[in-house]
């Protein structure tokens, strides 16, 4: 997981003093090449060093200005177990984010940051829920922008199992201490197809959605459930979320961490956002009221600088490297890229996160027309106003 937010991206999007050094590294994790991780971003770091020789300072500056990077690396970037990292670095700050797949080695220097491998992993950050249910404990964790949080619910909190052996006439069967003090009887050794077990698991389900129902927004996305699964079918039954049946994560959930569950939880979210993502393109496609779409990146770039711009789909994994000029509209892509060359499909991506465009990236096999990037206008009508 990767616990970059949507607001550091778009500060990230907004810093345009330069210059500005973006360095991606895939990760060994375990092996021999595990140890050439450090000699790797070490040499990438290198040829930052040359490029701002190059283009923006002295030697001695330019030395000096990745020599306080390698610092900071050799103490902080191999804390986290990941598949891929990137550092952005400014004058002011150096960022650090471990990513959770690996990225293709690029280094790049200019007047914006390189984002658009971070684009899929902020996108894949949705807010949701887990509602982690057993027998023995009740847990509600929200998950937003990467990060898992178990909620304090006091209802959920007096709902743990307590035993009253005195007053249980069958020891099998255990005594819930719910919410306002109602106890429900159940029980492991109860059989599950009794009749009485079921209305109590029911009755103790009901229970469990009163208590969380508030929490039960759009704001706080999709619920999933982890339990075990005579649990989760009884518990899909008093949920009005038709759905929630395709999204148990099956077994007991007593002995995993609100990690573990977040991680178990990453297969389903991925088929969410596929699903937003297909609907994001097919409204894009079909919407008669924005009747203006193009492919062509003189025509996206010119809509963007004049505000028309309205949304924009960006294929992932595709590099477009060549100059665009502001003053004459034109575009010079190159087949390899070149020293003063910026990938031209980043620059389209943080011009729309910096505006607030509607942004989606696809896999490029899913791009209609293999196209790198699609953009939708509105002709004769300004959408933003934009600033460089």
Known sequence: ???????????????????????????????????????????????????????????????????????????????????????????????????????????????????????????????????????????????????????????????????????????????????????????????????????????????????IKPKLTDKHGPLLLAAENRIAVEFSKVVTDQDLSSRVLSGNPDQKSVEDLQYDSLSFISEIVAGRRQKFLDDFLTRHELPDISSDLEVIFEELFTGRLESICLAEDTQVWGLYSQSTGVIEQHSERRDDDEDLLNRLAVYAISHKIPWMTFPADEMPDQSVAIGRFYKGAVTHEFHP
């Not at 030395?63 to 990137?86: D, H, L, P, Y």
Request: proline share 7%.
């Open 1 to 211: 997981m990767c616990d970059i937010k949507t607001k550091e991206l778009f500060e990230f999007a907004n810093q345009n003093t330069p210059p500005l050094v973006s360095v991606y590294l895939p990760v060994e994790i375990t092996g021999r090449e595990s140890k050439q991780n450090s000699i790797r971003l070490r040499n990438l770091l290198k040829q930052a060093e040359s490029t701002l020789a190059n283009w923006w300072f002295e030697q001695p500056e330019a030395e000096k200005f990745i020599n306080k990077v390698m610092s900071f690396a050799e103490k902080t970037v191999w804390k986290k177990r990941s598949q891929g990292m990137v550092i952005l670095i400014s004058d002011q700050q150096i960022h650090h984010y471990a990513l959770p797949d690996p990225v293709p080695e690029l280094v790049f220097v200019g007047d914006h940051f390189y984002l658009r491998p971070l684009l899929p992993v902020v996108q894949e950050q949705i807010p949701y829920m887990v509602l982690a249910l057993s027998q023995n404990h009740v847990r509600l964790i929200q998950v937003s922008e990467g990060q898992p949080t178990q909620l304090r619910i006091p209802e959920l909190d007096q709902m743990s199992m307590t035993v009253d052996r005195a007053q249980i006439s069958d020891p099998g069967l255990q005594r819930h201490s719910v919410g306002s003090g109602k106890e429900i009887l159940h029980g492991h050794q109860a059989e599950p197809d009794d009749p009485h077990s079921k209305i109590r698991l029911h009755e103790f389900c009901q229970h469990v959605f009163d208590a």
